[in-house]
Every structure is written in C-alpha cells, then in structure tokens.
C-alpha cells in the first residue's frame, strides 16, 4: 500500500516529511533525481522524459500513485502524461493544485467557474522551467478572477541547496526577493512555488516582511493526499516497505538528506 514521491533531487523530502506525519502508517517511497538536478532550467522534452523514467520506477516498487514533489515536473510535464501516457490503474498528482486551492480559499476539488477572492498581488518564486510554463497562472485563471501575479525565476537556488551551499542559497534568495519587489514593491501573498524552497522559507519571509503570507506546500499536499486517499483507497499500490532512492550518489545524497531533515535518511541506488 504504498505511495511514490517524486522530485528532481532533495526538494520533495520537504513534502515527505509533512506526508510521513500526516499518514504514518502509509509506506512512503522516495525518488530523487539527484544526477540530473536541477530540472528548472531544462526544456519541456527533457523534463518530461526524466520524470517519466523516475515514475515507472516507482510503480515497479508498487506504488501505483505517484505524487510529483516537483513544481518544475508538474509545470512542465504533468499535463501531457495525464493525457496520454498513464494507464488507467495509475495515478500520477502534481504539487499545484492544492497550493492554488489553499490561495483561493477553495475545498478540494471545487471546480466551480472562478470567483473573486480576497488576495490580489501574489509574488511566485520558482525555478526558470516552470515560470515559463506559465502552469501556476493557467491553474489560478480557473479558480479566481482580477488576481495580479509577479513571477520571478528563481536562477541559482536548486544548485546551491543541491551543493549544500546554503550562504550563496541565503544570498540568491535575497536578490531574487529585492528583484521581485522592483516589479511589485506590496506582494500580499508569496508563492513558494519549488519544493526546494521551504528549506530558505525564514530567509524568504525575513527579505518580505512579516506582513506578507508566505505559501507553501508540504503541509497542504499532505492534506490534500490524505483527502484524496480516504476517496479512493484502491489507489494504495501493493509495496509494503519504505525507502530512499537515488540516481545521484546515495552515501553524498544521505548526508546532505540527513542535514535538511535533522533525521537520519538513507539513499539507496535507484
Ligand atoms: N523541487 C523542484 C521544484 O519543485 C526543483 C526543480 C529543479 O530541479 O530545478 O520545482
């Protein structure tokens, strides 16, 4: 009865975690693509292949619901595997939907014609890929309506944390925060739209200001998931046992894994 998370190196163990606390007697299997991180400034092509490959591996460990930890794979590829490449005892789900949700103050799977909603200047922060998708603007087109949104791509950050260079990660953050203010200097709400970037979430909400409402994701993809599997239950593939995967080199990946979750994680090979 597991469940496969997926992200393009260490970013989705944010989302792991929040899900580990919210269901912690489902077997959670990660998959991080740490050779070939970052995604963000790869083409659609690329991304789409990379994430397929990453998802049939999950499946071979009986995860049949796989969730996309990934902002960049769920921008740039989600759309085209739902439409024509996951069979239909499969599940593949992106990160946006709950985020844009939560925005909108919509309950889950709410498709009613979009309104107007209380927030009107939204700041998004995400990885070059998935802000030229333009995903998060056509995913909030069909909940809300009169929602100005300033996207600023995020060049840099993937790498460091990826590095464990968290001094250069603490000062791109700032400069991509001081850039966006130069475009929308009153942000009421900011989109943390990279599941890399809940490990900078204080030096984000320091560069903005306490009166802005940072968002982001693990906790409100853990919610949405557990909502999702109390619908369907059958969607718990048949794995029994948790691990950690790894294209990059597992003992490498462990340490920095272990650092960010101040808990001991173990990689294996992929
Ligand atoms: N955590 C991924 C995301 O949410 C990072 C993508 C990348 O590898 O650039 O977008």
């Not at 998370?5 to 991080?32: K, N, Q, W």
């Not at 991180?37 to 994430?51: E, Q």
């Not at 844009?100 to 700041?123: F, M, Y």
């Amino acid at each position: 009865m597991a469940v496969g998370i997926f992200d393009s190196g260490l970013g989705g163990l944010t989302v792991l975690d929040a899900v580990a606390e919210r269901l912690p007697d489902v077997p959670l299997v990660y998959f991080g693509d740490s050779a070939h991180a970052p995604y963000g400034v790869r083409d659609a092509d690329d991304i789409f292949n990379l994430t397929t490959a990453a998802v049939e591996r999950l499946w071979a460990e009986g995860c049949n619901l796989v969730i996309l930890a990934c902002n960049t794979a769920s921008a740039a590829a989600l759309r085209r595997m739902q439409e024509s490449w996951i069979p239909s005892d499969k599940r593949v789900l992106g990160v946006f939907v709950p985020l844009i949700e939560a925005l909108t103050e919509r309950q889950w799977g709410d498709n009613s014609p979009p309104r107007e909603v209380a927030v009107k200047h939204v700041a998004l922060f995400a990885t070059p890929a998935t802000v030229s998708s333009r995903a998060f603007q056509r995913e909030l087109a069909f909940r809300a309506i009169g929602v100005d949104v300033e996207a600023q791509a995020c060049g840099g950050v993937v790498d460091a944390i990826e590095d464990g260079d968290m001094i250069l990660a603490d000062a791109l953050v700032r400069s991509h925060v001081d850039a966006l203010k130069r475009k929308m200097p009153a942000p009421e709400a900011a989109i943390l739209g990279c599941t890399h970037y809940p490990l900078m979430q204080p030096v984000f909400q320091e560069a903005l200001g306490a009166d802005v409402n940072v968002y982001s994701q693990a906790n409100l993809v853990a919610e949405s998931l557990a909502d999702y599997l109390e619908r369907h239950p059958n969607m718990l593939g048949s794995g029994t046992r948790s691990c950690f995967l790894t294209t990059g080199d597992p003992a490498r990946v462990s340490t920095r894994a272990t650092q960010f979750l101040r808990r001991k994680i173990e990689f294996e090979a992929a």
